[in-house]
């Protein structure tokens, strides 16, 4: 595996700039007066610091230490009684803090709001488990894959992650695939660090065959007994009757299909 360099500022280092390109930028539309839209925006009055239309649904941003109140406000006087989505989105090398997202879905009339707001890092962001119980595993996604902290979550623990891993692998600094730790984390983890020199790296490339290997199962069509010496001679394969067809073999419905 190859020596893992710290990516700082990954989103300033691009490797190809056009002076002329711009980013393309999704459609924002103004709320429209009289709309159901409008209605939620009057509703949550000084809450929403900016409100806008977006692909046929409502984005609001919102101050990060009220996000409680503004999401109960949604849920007991607007209709929007599900919490579909709860994420977030590193921009901490472009501007040093972190997205956190809220997708809400009204029932009735089918209609979606997404409450945005950002929080600098290390800061914490109160738990919505209250008021969406849906939130409790998607809370808990967001403390282990961008290692953001959640106030007063009934169990903040990780959910995909190993307890013992470090750090957080949706962070845009984090490697593709993954750090030194990351590498020998199974040899650690199983067998001890002593181990390392005796098993060797891990193989990470899933594509990967090698036909000497006789102990990790990955000698396709080159089997032999486990530990005994490889062969270039291919393994024949045993055709069954009731189980396996020999395709390779002559016959008359095989010849009508080729």
Known sequence: MRKYTP????QKKSYHTDRFWTAPRVPQESVEEGSHFADVVNAMGDL???????????????????NKEALS?????????????????????QDGEFEIFYQLLNISNASRVRVKCRIK??????????????????????????GIYVNNHPYLKRILMPEDWQGHP????????????????????????EYRDIIGPEN???SRIDK???????????????GAEPTDTPTPIEYSE????????????????R
């Open 7 to 10: 990516k700082d500022n990954v």
């Open 48 to 66: 929403a610091k900016e409100a806008f239309v977006s692909l046929g649904q409502l984005v609001v941003w919102i101050d990060a230490t009220k």
């Open 73 to 93: 406000l949604l849920r007991d006087e607007c209709g929007y009684v599900q919490c579909s989505e709860l994420s977030a989105v590193d921009y901490l090398a």
């Open 121 to 146: 890092e290390g800061e914490a962001i109160e738990s919505i488990t209250t008021i969406f119980k849906s939130a409790n595993f998607a809370e808990r996604e967001m403390f282990d894959m961008f």
């Open 170 to 193: 949706l962070l845009k600094t984090y490697p593709l695939q993954g750090d030194e730790f990351a590498s020998w984390y199974e040899v650690d983890k199983i067998f001890g660090k």
């Open 204 to 206: 990470r490339d899933p």
């Open 212 to 226: 000497d290997d006789t102990k990790r199962f990955s000698r396709v069509g080159y089997e032999v007994p486990f």
């Open 242 to 257: 009731t189980t396996l067809v020999d395709y390779n073999k002559s016959s008359t419905q095989l010849d009508e299909r």
